[in-house]
């Protein structure tokens, strides 16, 4: 069964960093793109960043580019999403979410998500 | 990048009744749109992708059509459990946009 578990959510102030995880099982990691996927409260979704099953090519929204960076350990099956400059307009919830093989941006499986609030 | 509209913003029909959904773009995006069903309190789920294709386990009362710019899901008889907000999104260039959603409500 595929599993995706997000970790790292927090309340963090404006100007903070943050690490989100997102701990994979149940396939094989490192032949899946894998992707971030943010939901401001009661809002719609936003695709944050992806990243190539390898690693070698990644994306990201102009909204995060310089500040947010997507990474990946395959040794650890784990995504990481480095968060930094946080600005109030990015609390949101994070999800992690798998890319359909092939489709480079449709999503198949998500994790439940973690919550990032900016805030002084 | 390309916007996607959706409507209604909400729609509110009774258990047995057919749904309509409407995704319209704002550029062509060939048959590469995919629908999300999210309910209340989880992640979104894959519904249809391709325009047309139903995701692995996903009911065969739901159903997707159109292509270019004018896209539609189709729920053929609606069941107390598809409350939600339906969303559509495209994979045709970056950034893969979503729309802002249809609220379905069940009377």
């Known amino acids: 069964e595929v599993q995706l578990l997000e970790s790292g959510g927090a309340l963090v102030q404006p100007g903070g960093s943050l690490r989100l995880s997102c701990a994979a099982s149940?396939?094989?990691?490192?032949?899946?793109?894998m992707s971030w996927v943010r939901q401001a409260p009661g809002k719609g979704l936003e695709w944050v960043s992806g990243?190539?099953?390898?690693?070698?090519?990644?994306y990201s929204a102009d909204s995060v580019k310089g500040r947010f960076t997507i990474s990946r350990d395959n040794s650890k099956n784990t995504l990481y999403l480095q968060m930094n400059s946080l600005r109030a307009e990015d609390t949101a919830v994070y999800y992690c979410?798998?890319?359909?093989?092939?489709?480079?941006?449709?999503?198949?499986?998500w994790g439940q998500g973690t919550l990032v609030t900016v805030s002084s | 990048e390309i916007v996607l509209t959706q409507s209604p913003a909400t729609l509110s029909l009774s258990p047995g009744e057919r749904a309509t959904l409407s995704c319209r773009a704002s550029?062509?995006?060939?048959?590469?749109l995919a629908w999300y069903q999210q309910k209340p309190g989880q992640a979104p789920r894959l519904l249809i992708y391709?325009?047309?294709k139903r995701a692995t386990g996903i009911p065969a009362r739901f159903s997707g059509s159109g292509s270019g710019t004018d896209f539609t899901l189709t729920i053929s008889s609606l069941e107390p459990e598809d409350l939600a907000v339906y969303y559509c999104?495209?994979?045709?260039?970056?950034?893969?946009?979503f729309g802002l959603g249809t609220k379905l409500e069940i009377k």
């Open positions: 550029q062509s995006v060939s048959s590469y």
């Open positions: 999104q495209h994979r045709s260039n970056w950034p893969p946009t």
């Open positions: 149940g396939f094989t990691f490192n032949t899946y793109a």
């Open positions: 391709d325009a047309s």
């Open positions: 979410a798998r890319v359909v093989p092939g489709s480079l941006y449709y999503l198949n499986y």
């Open positions: 990243i190539s099953g390898s690693g070698g090519t990644t």
